[in-house]
């Protein structure tokens, strides 16, 4: 094996509780005139204010946008450049969860380069650096501080829609745990779940050729060397305290082992890619109006067996980031690794089957033919996936009995 690896990450990240209070010379450095993509909640916050009170003190002027909505549907994008263009903002300022985030990597770009945001779905149409972005996370969470991509929504679409290029990539990410408190039981258990979907899909990512125009011509270049010490971190920080963040709230240690953990898984999906469990999450959630934490984690332990023929010493090595000791054997740790993680999710409250999601039968193939629409995500993952594997996957994954599934998605 060839070693390669890339990193792609904001030129800063100050990562720790308090460093929120750094917002205002962190953005003098970049401009002088912010518009602020937040939603309702968050503007409510009197920690907000504080932020906005320190731009003020550091000669920042302050546009606050604060109408985002979850998964953020298109039109706010144009809607939130559109009132920010007479303010004239040269540096943008995401203070959220994923969707705040990554609706201020999609206003930025279309503030830099104009057009329709349309026109920029998919991989690398984004043209050439956008107004700098400084990603404040609420959530732990999504990574989306730190990764190249922004999700969003278009009505004209059943599925979510994706711009994933370098350029989003934020300048600066400032990830303050005590931003989270607030999170309920809930969002910290979907939230964190996300975030060690992305870990495992990134650890497990295909591999691809180790030329030297991968990194130009994949935003998303699969598993390397890089990714992976992200991933490894992420995967045993994330289970050293996703049940105690979601148990006690309070409990800023975990807090900010989950902000390390979606940091780090992040870094690690940012540059690697996720694979089946986000392409199924996109047409499930859309039927099913479920949140992307719920989605993915409801399926990565499906998922999970159904790349074990593929990725087996891949999930055995995660049985040591995860806590588990010393195993007997590979074959004992791969599924040790992946009843760990269906047993983490059960104990945090994650839907067991997808039939707690109210997915039908009838839904199966749906899912699974649309699923194929996300190439990039279907071409990332370890197993190669057909129809006929995503519908083995979404079957099992909606009957929700883990032995039937260990013994039928292994199968050829
Ligand atoms: N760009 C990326 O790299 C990336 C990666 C994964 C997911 N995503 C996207 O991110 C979105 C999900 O983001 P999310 O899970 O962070 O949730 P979110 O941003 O959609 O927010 C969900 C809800 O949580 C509330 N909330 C946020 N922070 C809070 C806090 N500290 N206290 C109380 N309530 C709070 C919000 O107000 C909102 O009502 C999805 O659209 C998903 O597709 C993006
Ligand atoms: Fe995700």
Not at 52 to 60: A, M, S, T, W
Not at 318 to 343: F, H, K, N, R, Y
Not at 388 to 411: M, T
Request: net charge negative; hydrophobic share 45%.
């Amino acid at each position: 094996m060839t070693s390669f690896g890339v990193l792609r990450s904001p030129r800063t990240v100050l990562f720790g509780s308090g460093q929120r209070a750094a917002l205002g010379w962190t953005a003098r450095s970049l401009g002088q005139r912010a518009l602020i993509c937040t939603d309702e909640r968050m503007a409510r916050d009197p920690l907000f204010h504080e932020m906005v009170e320190d731009l003020g003190r550091n000669g920042v002027a302050v546009h606050v946008y604060d109408g985002t909505m979850v998964d953020v549907p298109i039109g706010l994008v144009e809607t939130a450049a559109e009132a920010a263009k007479p303010f004239g903002p040269d540096v943008v300022i995401g203070i959220g969860g994923g969707s705040c985030l990554d609706l201020a990597k999609a206003v930025a770009l279309l503030l830099s380069h104009g057009g329709d945001v349309r026109g920029y779905y998919g991989e690398g149409k984004v043209p050439g650096p956008i107004l700098p972005v400084i990603a404040i996370p609420t959530t732990a969470g999504t990574g989306s501080e730190v990764t190249p991509v922004a999700v969003l929504s278009d009505p004209d679409r059943l599925l979510k829609v994706g711009v994933s290029s370098p350029y989003l990539v934020p300048t600066v990410a400032i990830c303050d745990a005590e931003l989270t408190l607030t999170c309920p039981r809930g969002l910290t258990a979907v939230s964190g779940a996300d975030a060690l979907t992305h870990a495992i899909e990134a650890y497990t990512a295909v591999r691809r050729p180790a030329t030297a125009q991968l990194a130009q011509t994949n935003v998303f270049v699969g598993k390397n060397d890089l990714s992976d010490q992200f991933a490894r971190e992420a995967v045993r920080v994330i289970f050293a305290n996703l049940r105690r963040a979601c148990e006690d709230g309070s409990d800023l240690a975990a807090r900010e082992g989950m902000m390390l953990g979606s940091l780090t898984a992040g870094l690690g999906f940012g540059n690697a890619g996720t694979a089946l469990a986000h392409a199924l999450q996109y047409p499930l959630g859309a039927l099913t109006h479920t949140s992307h934490g719920e989605g993915v984690a409801a399926l990565l332990p499906y998922v999970m067996e159904f790349n074990q023929p593929a990725a087996a010493p891949l999930y055995a090595e995660l049985a040591g980031p995860m806590g588990l000791g010393a195993m007997a054997d590979e074959a004992t740790a791969c599924d040790a690794a992946i009843d760990a993680v269906a047993s983490l999710f059960a104990d945090i409250g994650i839907p067991t089957s997808l039939g707690a999601m109210r997915l039908e039968a009838k839904d199966i193939d749906r899912v699974a033919s649309e699923s194929l629409h996300a190439a990039r995500l279907i071409n990332n993952n370890p197993r190669p996936v057909d129809v006929n594997g995503a519908r083995r996957v979404v079957a099992c994954a909606l009957a929700g009995d883990r032995a039937a599934a260990r013994e039928e998605l292994r199968a050829d």
